[in-house]
């Protein structure tokens, strides 16, 4: 190398321009490790709230496989979905998502065999047989990449235009619910002056229902209004910090009791145009639930990425109904659709967000330990009561709201 370019090479100190990129580089990877040890989330059980993301995803990307992970200095934990029998650990450099954490943006592999950096990669060649992968890092500002939300194919895949927006979408949803670790006493209870009281509904129903914050305020709510056959009901989760989710359930709140009697699919539709714009800019969202009981037992529903709705069926099933879009605020100009079934006599509805699942293991199966307190008997009022009895009992990191409703036997 000539003097010139030497001296190009280094920094006005006499170090080499590549040993200071080495030192940065060094440093940020340091930040980037703390950072995931701030969550706390590595070797921690299964959530819904993470394994909610990847069942969306795998539905909406048709793929089998959809991953949160978290990736320390060593290793990559896989926090959603665990699957029992096989580690939620493996080797950082055995994963695609190692290589996904090195860069901003989407990274994305319609054919991992014609891919020189994962070609020769034992997931490719072995019988796990991976070919399509589309890895969107999840970061905690500065540029700290702690993760990634992934999801896999057997076969090779493209994304369209307006996949890839759905999957940045689906990331920051992630990334969300990453960032109400770091400050878990968000949440508010200043909507709570406005619970509803009493009995909205006609003498076919007993109805009631609960919201206990996690801390001095909480962002889940609960609200009902009778109408002219029936009652119409919304059980909402708000993410968001501190007061402002407060501020953000209420703005939800009022927007819904704004809507009485409309569609409750055009319902959740109008009300996310309206405070889809509130919550991005705070960087929030919603899962809910909105619906409709009429007297002859029909319920209809929509469900924002909620998912946590159970009916008791009178022979002892338990039926979960399924969730019919995305949260709102993820989406500008997101449409949910309405959905029917039907409460017999003597069933019962319940549905009930994250902070109830913490009261049993935190996942799905939850919803037994929910439905086994219904079929203990004594009616709305007594189930709500066992729940509240429950949390008193136990440490928990997360608002706690509950509607239980029976049709007369």
């Known amino acids: 190398m000539s003097d010139a370019g030497a001296a190009q090479g280094r920094d006005a100190d006499g170090s080499d321009d590549e040993s200071v990129d080495a030192q940065d580089a060094e440093r940020l990877e340091e930040r980037r490790v703390a950072a995931v040890e701030r969550l706390q989330l590595v070797d921690t059980p299964a959530e819904e709230r993470f394994d909610r993301i990847t069942r969306v995803a795998r539905e909406l990307f048709n793929v089998p496989i959809a991953e949160i992970n978290l990736i320390n200095d060593q290793d990559q934990f896989t926090k959603s979905p665990q699957y029992g029998?096989?580690?939620?650990?493996?080797?950082?450099?055995?994963?695609?998502?190692?290589?996904?954490?090195?860069?901003?943006?989407?990274?994305?592999?319609?054919?991992?065999?014609k891919d020189d950096r994962f070609s020769w990669?034992?997931?490719?060649?072995?019988?796990?047989?991976?070919?399509?992968y589309a890895g969107r890092p999840l970061s905690l500002g500065e540029d700290l990449r702690v993760g990634t939300l992934c999801?896999?194919?057997?076969?090779?895949?493209e994304l369209d235009e307006e996949e890839l927006r759905l999957f940045e979408e689906m990331g920051l949803w992630a990334e969300r619910e990453l960032l109400a670790?770091?400050?878990?006493?968000?949440?508010?209870?200043?909507?709570?002056?406005?619970?509803?009281?009493?009995?909205?509904?006609?003498?076919?129903?007993?109805?009631?229902?609960?919201?206990?914050?996690?801390g001095g305020v909480g962002g889940d709510f609960h609200t009902w209004t009778a109408?002219?056959?029936?009652?119409?009901?919304?059980?909402?989760?708000?993410m968001g910090k501190g007061t402002a989710g407060a501020i953000l359930a209420t703005d939800v709140r009022a927007a819904f009791l704004a809507r009485v009697g409309g569609d409750v699919g055009r319902t959740v539709t109008e009300v996310n145009a309206q405070v889809a714009q509130d919550l991005a800019t705070t960087g929030s969202f919603a899962t809910l639930v909105h619906a409709r009981v009429d007297r002859a037992g029909r319920l209809d529903y929509a469900d924002a990425?909620?998912?946590?709705?159970?009916?008791?069926?009178?022979?002892?099933?338990?039926?979960?109904?399924?969730?019919?879009?995305?949260?709102?605020?993820i989406l500008d100009d997101g449409v949910w659709t309405t959905l029917q079934t039907e409460i017999a006599p003597g069933e019962t509805l319940v549905v009930c967000t994250d902070g109830v699942l913490d009261l049993f293991d935190g996942t799905l199966d939850s919803l037994d330990g929910v439905a086994r307190l219904v079929t203990a008997g004594g009616g709305p009022a007594a189930i709500v009561e066992r729940l509240v009895a429950l949390s008193d009992t136990q440490q928990r990191s997360d608002d706690l709201t509950a509607v239980v409703i029976t049709r007369a036997g």
């Open 85 to 113: 029998g096989s580690g939620a650990k493996r080797h950082r450099t055995e994963s695609f998502c190692d290589i996904t954490i090195q860069r901003p943006g989407l990274l994305v592999v319609p054919d991992a065999t």
């Open 121 to 132: 990669r034992d997931v490719v060649t072995s019988d796990q047989h991976i070919r399509f």
């Open 151 to 157: 999801i896999v194919d057997t076969e090779p895949h």
């Open 181 to 214: 670790d770091i400050d878990i006493d968000r949440a508010a209870d200043v909507q709570r002056g406005f619970l509803p009281g009493g009995q909205p509904c006609p003498p076919e129903y007993a109805v009631a229902g609960v919201s206990l914050p996690h």
């Open 227 to 238: 109408t002219d056959d029936g009652f119409e009901f919304t059980v909402a989760d708000v």
């Open 305 to 329: 990425g909620h998912g946590l709705t159970i009916i008791v069926r009178t022979d002892g099933g338990v039926e979960r109904l399924d969730s019919t879009g995305l949260p709102i605020g």
